[in-house]
């Protein structure tokens, strides 16, 4: 697990790097670098990446979005997106059953997972930081970057989600419908811990969250 957060960190850095010395080129084309505004409407399917415990399910759910952003171009290629987006993750059915709940339907079900998953909706804030290349000629996006996320509500005694703000790595490719309407396809791996422990059969365990999301955007 050390192992591959720093080969995340190092990714992210290296990212960052290429971002920067493509901004420092394009923005000498004297191209328009008008502001662009957008909104956008999104829908996730939000699971949990357990690592070091054996057989533990994912912990699907329906995850929806919906924002404004803004969008400055860089050159003639390039833009640079951010914006803020409200969500929400809605709770999912248990897996555990039984009149005690004794039972589960998963093998190696992590209670205070199964818990934050299947008990109550979550409210969310995303605020992603990405680079986006235009290819000439088409109607495809490629970007890449960050995004943060902070729950709601504000109190780590409610889950493990409460209270505990991330950020991971974000990347996509979209499409131009017609003239200001966009799909796009993001997948988000996060690099924050929001749990962990010890377990008797492999030792120290971790989790982290991570969405595949499908986004209507309009530009005006």
């Known amino acids: 697990m050390k192992t591959l957060l720093k080969i995340n960190i190092s990714t992210t850095v290296i990212f960052l790097f290429i971002c920067q010395l493509c901004c420092a080129q394009i923005l000498n084309s004297g191209n328009n670098n008008k502001l662009r505004y957008t909104r956008a409407l999104s829908v996730a399917r939000s699971t949990f990446e357990v690592n070091g415990f054996p057989s533990s399910p994912d912990y699907s759910s329906l995850e929806l979005r919906i924002g404004a952003g803004i969008v400055k171009p860089l050159g003639k290629y390039f833009d640079f997106k951010t914006g803020v987006y409200l969500g929400l993750k809605v709770k999912r059915q248990s897996y555990f059953f039984g009149p005690s709940k004794q039972f589960t339907k998963e093998p190696c079900v992590l209670p205070a997972l199964d818990e ?84 008797s059969h492999s030792g120290e365990f971790h989790v982290r969250n991570q969405f595949i999301q499908l986004t209507f955007e309009h530009s005006f």
């Open 116 to 199: 934050a998953a299947s008990s109550r909706n979550h409210f969310l804030v995303d605020i992603p930081f990405t680079l986006q290349f235009n290819p000439a000629k088409t109607k495809i996006g490629l970007r890449a970057g960050l995004n943060t996320r902070f729950w709601a509500p504000n109190n780590d005694n409610v889950d493990v989600l409460s209270a505990r703000p991330e950020v991971g790595l974000l990347g996509g490719i979209s499409h131009k419908l017609v003239k200001s309407i966009n799909i796009g396809f993001d997948y988000y791996q996060g690099l924050t811990h929001i749990y962990g422990g010890n377990n």
